[in-house]
């Protein structure tokens, strides 16, 4: 299973970026897609997570400006985010739980970084 990430970018205060992470390989199926994002000198913190039946969480630090989504047909989910702040800045990582066979284990896979710059 290889996770891959794309939209990162550098873009203006107040702007948009969408991010992408599409799951491939063979799977039997994908529990939770979540983002992660680790800022200079800081911790790798959670920023958003869809359930498989879609249920979502935010950190409170994006809770009306980020929304993540995901269409399981193309085994991809997204992460609108929206009003960016410069603190926003970081490398987004995504992660997803994903169990190989039906009778398997699920196990976590992240996917490269990709580089989010808000910045005027």
């Known amino acids: 299973v290889q996770l891959q990430a794309s939209g990162g970018g550098l873009v203006q205060p107040g702007g948009s970026l969408r991010l992408s992470c599409a799951a491939e390989?063979?799977?039997?199926?994908?529990?939770?897609m979540a983002w992660y994002r680790q800022a200079p000198e800081k911790q790798r913190e959670l920023v958003a997570v869809v359930t498989s039946s879609g249920n979502t969480n935010y950190a409170d630090s994006v809770k009306g400006r980020f929304t993540i989504s995901r269409d399981n047909a193309k085994n991809t989910n997204y992460l609108q985010m929206n009003g960016l702040k410069p603190e926003d800045t970081a490398v987004y990582y995504c992660n997803a739980v994903v169990r190989s066979t039906w009778f398997g284990p699920a196990r976590s896979y992240w996917g490269q970084g990709t580089l989010v710059t808000v910045s005027s």
């Open positions: 390989g063979t799977f039997y199926s994908i529990n939770d």
